[in-house]
């Protein structure tokens, strides 16, 4: 909801800049580990301006072909240790990968949102808050900026935030943070998000000729279909949720099948509800190998990949973004989320990160999209957290 915007601080050519920039990027393929060419055309963008690009080694571990990019932009320098420049440092963050695609991507503007084309998501998230923090570094770099800046670009963020778990976050100078990095309407802010936990299993039988010896195989597959079929699946309550999302296995139709995997996930606001539904999930495949007409063993891992947050009330990167929410017209809205974003990694390394609403809609679906008027109006938000965040350092002072 808003209250009356005002009139919007991106100019003529900036919108130009913005929107033309937003389809570019979107018609760069980067699916979660095959970042580089939206990578290399960041760096390129920033390197224009003059501003220095740091690459780190977090592909190595995420299993991408690139690493994170770190940017600096103000009045230190970049060499200089954190803390140096004597002002007080901001981080902006965007992630680079999308989730897989379904169809090529063409972006076309129809009544002033963008859409994909083809049938298939467009890549909004998060190629919509990268277009928006080149587009401040553009403005920044020729008008000034009242804050240092630190622009974070992560890999795997669709793969349970690989890169910015994998990131070192003791290399920032920023007190604190925002990400742009949730699909509803701008003004939302992400107050509580959940816990994340990866169960992997691998169901073990034995291989048989399906038409004439099926008596002597044991099916990996009827294992983990009586597994998936006993498990509270989707939403159990208001906090929590448990999805399996992918199951594989078998050689060839005529051969009862000796292996077969699934992978699924819980998620809850509440840590020790997460924990027991995993035992649960765990249980469930356990049993589902043990019985008598499976028989087959199964080796069952759990990963904590992120942990939830509650922000406090009075966090101050909360009540700077509200005030720049208000500073553009937007009514804030403290939500709750189900999903988890590169806040989860930065939080959980100690640096005070608020996940904002973006604009976008039905991210990861197919007819994903977002408007250039969301667009903008994102950016008038990413320049109002400088001026409300600089603000907050002259009242500390």
Known sequence: MTLGTPASRV???????????????????SPSGHERACAERVQAELRALGVAVQEDGAGAVTGSDCGN???????????????????????????????????????????????NANDGILGADNKAAIAVLLALARHVTREGAPVDIELLFTVGEET???????????????????????????????????????????????????????ETGRSAILAAARAVASMRLGRLDEESTVNVGM???????????????????????????AETLVAEVVDRIQQAANMPDCDCDVDVTVQRTFS?????????????????????????????????????????????????????????????????????????VALALLDQAALLTDAAR
Do not use: K
């Open 11 to 29: 100019q003529t050519l900036e919108r130009r800049y913005l929107s033309a920039t937003f389809a570019e990027l979107c018609r760069i393929e």
């Open 69 to 115: 990019l770190l940017a600096r932009i103000g009045s230190g320098e970049a060499s200089a240790p954190p803390g140096d420049s004597g002002r007080r440092s901001l981080l902006l963050c965007a992630h680079l990968d999308t989730v897989p695609l379904q169809a090529e991507i063409e972006p076309v503007l129809v009544d002033g949102v963008w859409e």
């Open 160 to 214: 349970a935030l690989a890169g910015a778990r994998a990131f070192d976050a003791s290399r920032l100078r920023s007190d604190f943070g925002y990400v742009f990095d949730h699909a509803t309407a701008i003004g939302e802010v992400i107050v509580d998000s959940p816990s994340h936990f990866r169960i992997d299993a691998s169901f073990h039988g034995a291989a048989a000729h399906a038409g004439i010896r099926p």
């Open 247 to 273: 199951i594989s296995g078998g050689t060839a139709m005529n051969v009862v099948p000796d292996r077969c995997s699934l992978l699924a996930e819980v998620r809850s606001l509440r840590d020790a509800r």
């Open 308 to 380: 939830g947050y509650r922000l406090p009330p009075s966090s101050p990167p909360l009540l700077v973004a509200e005030a720049a929410l208000r500073a553009c017209g937007h009514e804030p809205q403290r939500i709750v989320s189900g999903g988890g974003s590169d806040a989860n990694a930065l939080l959980a390394q100690g640096l005070q990160t608020v996940n904002l609403a973006n604009g976008t809609d039905r991210n990861h679906e197919p007819g994903e999209s977002v408007s250039v008027a969301a667009l903008e109006e994102m950016l008038d």
